[in-house]
């Protein structure tokens, strides 16, 4: 097994005039990388030898969906993942997520979810909200640790946008440093119960939007500091939850003393999910 599975580089980053640190959990192993891979590192790391199926469900253009595919391609299990529904123009032009899980065998069902399975049936949450995660995510954790060591930073914010907020609780959980998150995919009330849901103390400082977003909508400001990013940076970040981020902490960084400590970014990977996210975006603004 190449060991890129894990231990991404952490790259030192200006954008507008702002140093931060940049960990690259997009650059992990070419198909298995980035948030979903860490959450799924225990599925990778152990054997179920009585397991020959996963199941899950969730949108047709998921991370984790893609990310499934990949563990299950790795592994030789069947993959069952449910949608309750696929755009036609999806269906008729695969991109994607989409068309790569499908390329490695999953088999996508438009219909409810069964409410039994087998035992040789691995049932794994959306967005891959599960304890398990905790294992990968510990790895994270003691990366950053190591780093923040060896280059003398005992100051350190980390921030990472947040879907299920699975990924910033664990890392609050094993992190010695302060952990900022935002919601992306529900408000900041969800968030709070999504986390009281896997640990009931030491959660994430949450950065308040400053405005009502739908996950998934295109937003003017999400495209533009997205293309600001990428030309400052070099870096692509993804469309979904890395636009929204540094919004919300580009601004909570303006209304604080932030002389006094160092940033970490914690890039999540996704990277293929922007493929059609950047056809819709270019189609709308730049005309
Ligand atoms: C899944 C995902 C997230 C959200 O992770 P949670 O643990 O659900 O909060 C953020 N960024 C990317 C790119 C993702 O794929």
Known sequence: MPMNYTNSPIEQITFNNRKYFVKRDDLLHKDFSGNKARKFFYF???????????????????????????LCKLKDLKFDYYVDHIASFLKENPSGNYKYALDNGMNIKEQEIPTIFNDDVLFISEGGAIKEACFGIEILA???????????????????????????????????????????????????????????SNHPTIIRRQKKYHFGKLYKEFYEIHNELLKQTNIEFDFLYDCLGWICYEKYLNKIDNDTFESLYIHQGGILGNISMNERYKHKYNK
């Open 44 to 70: 990778l790391k152990n054997d179920f030898p009585n397991i020959k199926k996963i199941v899950s469900f969730g949108s047709a253009q998921s991370n984790a969906m893609y990310s499934l595919s990949v």
């Open 142 to 200: 003691k990366e950053i640790i190591f780093w923040a060591k060896e280059n003398k930073i005992d100051n350190l914010k980390v921030f990472l946008p947040s879907g299920t907020g699975t990924t910033a609780l664990y890392l609050q959980k094993y992190l010695p440093f302060e952990v900022l998150t935002c919601a992306c995919v529900g408000d900041e009330d969800y968030l709070e119960k999504q986390f009281n849901m896997l640990e009931k």
